[in-house]
């Protein structure tokens, strides 16, 4: 009897695939060029309690955007007023946040700041590392946005101010509520829509327009 051996595999017999290796990189050439990722701008959507600044958010962002609303009760009476004509009945309590992809080499990320004044305190934090701002005005309570145009103001962040067009028409055309809310000839005062994405969009264009603006002229400088 000789030493025992193992049997020969049967014909057509399936063998083992060797193992995965992953195929090696191969360096980039002369001509090869790398997708990069757009620039982050941060943007700041402000002003007064109800004058539609989650809205605003929520219409342009191309993710669901993040909120922290919550409901009005009876003890925010006589301290929030959200107006006549609104039917509001949640109220944000920290911030919005949403983004919007404009080119391949920019990108908007949205910050929605709280419009009660007991959470002002949240603006100083909310503000920093933004290029510009939009200040949303209801033009039936231009009181309400004195505080964001002043925070602006002092803070020296380029803004702009937007009114939002409610039921599509305004209280005041737009030459009296800049002469209401003494705002110089170079802040620009547009009328938008919150709830239509490409009025929104039209807005937020004249934010970085005058972003933009500033930051070249500081370079020069």
């Known amino acids: 009897m000789g030493r025992a051996t193992a049997p ?3 014909p057509h017999a399936a063998t083992a695939p060797p193992p995965y290796r992953p195929p090696a990189a191969t360096p980039a050439g002369p001509g090869t ?3 990069t990722p757009p620039i982050p701008v941060k943007i700041l959507v402000a002003g007064g309690f109800g004058v539609g ?4 958010v929520g219409s342009i962002s191309e993710i669901a955007p993040l909120t ?3 409901e009005m009760t009876t ?3 006589g301290v929030d007023d959200p107006g006549q004509r609104s039917g509001k009945t949640t109220t944000t309590v920290a911030m919005d946040f949403g983004c919007v992809t404009i080119d391949r080499s920019l990108k908007l990320y949205l910050f929605g700041t709280p419009g009660q004044t007991r959470f002002g305190f949240m603006w100083d934090d909310l503000a920093r590392g933004a290029l510009g701002a ?3 005005v209801d033009s039936a309570r231009l009181d309400d946005c004195y505080p964001a145009v002043d925070f602006f103001e002092r803070a020296g962040l380029p803004f702009v101010v937007g009114v939002n067009a409610f039921d599509g028409r305004l209280a ?4 009296a509520i800049r002469w209401a809310l003494a ?3 170079h802040v620009p005062l547009v009328q938008f829509d919150a709830r239509d994405r490409l009025s929104v969009r039209d807005a937020l264009l004249v934010v970085l327009d005058r972003a933009l603006d500033r930051a070249t002229r500081e370079k020069r400088a």
Do not use: M
């Open 75 to 77: 003890a925010g009476i």
């Open 53 to 56: 600044k989650t809205t605003t």
């Open 33 to 35: 060029h790398r997708a």
């Open 8 to 10: 020969p595999p049967p």
């Open 134 to 136: 939009l200040v949303v």
């Open 172 to 175: 005041h055309d737009l030459s």
């Open 183 to 185: 705002i110089g000839e």
């Open 68 to 70: 922290t609303e919550a």
